[in-house]
């Protein structure tokens, strides 16, 4: 059982292994059946709101995508107590809306990852579950990162899909068409199964996705790290303007369902 104990967790992705701003007041090591989570859980006080934090590539960075404990890092935020979590991703843009340092609220995914942990449900069960992945975001917690975004003025999408691919290379242009052809807006490598896996736990889970750069073949160049980091400074900024923005109302009890 974690010392910490707050309603909303933050993952951070790339460009985001800490969170300034974050009156900090705990940093806890711990682990799960499920093997240790990428980083210690820091807790802390966004604004008036408590949250807990979690690098999820590490802190320093140093997992790539498909070798990150996705089950260990939610298990350990829902036993820190967390109801919502929102997952920042960097993402690349496929949707001509979505070029570098626009931000993204997907309401949809496609999932193209492979091979990773990606349930709860396994081993010795006493019942196979299913459980509903219809909508894989919380609309409430997507409405208030909306209107975070609209009040501070950002360059923003209130909806989209995101495709999960497995990385950490990029994609070719050619998967990109595919992607595109499929439905998708915006391609990442971290937003599964992150998003099955908060929904296994019952936990209300929302996508913060922050395009990085244009995805492969969709500008006349290749995408270079550079391209990336210069994404990441003009945009994280806004990432976090609505994190602080939106937290308090993401930590208010959650409506009973019908
Ligand atoms: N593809 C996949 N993941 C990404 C990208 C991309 O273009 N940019 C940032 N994460």
């Known amino acids: 059982m974690s010392n910490t104990q707050a309603p909303v967790a933050i993952i951070g992705g790339t460009g985001l292994t800490s969170l300034s701003g974050l009156e900090i007041t ?3 090591t711990v682990d799960t059946p499920w093997g240790a989570p990428s980083a210690p859980l820091v807790s802390g006080r966004l604004g008036s709101q408590a949250v807990v934090f979690l690098a999820r590539h590490g802190d320093p960075h140093r997992l790539p995508p498909h070798q990150v404990n996705y089950r260990a890092n939610l298990w350990a935020l829902k036993e820190a107590g967390a109801r919502t979590v929102v997952g920042v991703n960097a993402v690349g843009g496929i949707h001509p809306g979505m070029g570098p340092a626009h931000i993204v609220i997907p309401d949809q995914l496609i999932d193209y990852t492979w091979g990773r942990g990606h349930t709860f449900f396994e081993g010795e069960l006493e019942d196979v579950t299913h459980i509903d992945f219809t909508f894989p975001y919380s609309d409430r917690a997507r409405r208030e990162l909306i209107l975070a975004a609209e ?3 950002l360059s923003h999408s209130a ?3 995101y495709g999960a691919t497995q990385g950490p290379r990029l994609e070719t242009a050619a998967e990109i068409v595919r992607l595109e052809r499929d439905g998708c807006d915006i ?3 971290t937003g599964m199964p992150e998003a099955a896996l908060a929904a296994e736990l019952n936990l209300d889970y929302v996508c913060l996705g922050l395009v990085v750069n244009w995805a492969a073949g969709k500008s006349d160049h290749i995408i270079t790290m550079a391209e990336i980091q210069d994404a990441i400074d003009q945009g994280m900024a806004g990432v976090k303007a609505v994190l602080e923005r939106s937290v308090g109302p993401l ?7 019908a």
């Open 151 to 153: 009040a501070l003025g």
């Open 187 to 189: 391609v990442g490598m």
């Open 26 to 28: 705990g940093r806890e």
């Open 159 to 161: 909806s989209g899909v």
């Open 251 to 257: 930590g208010n009890p959650r409506p009973q369902s």
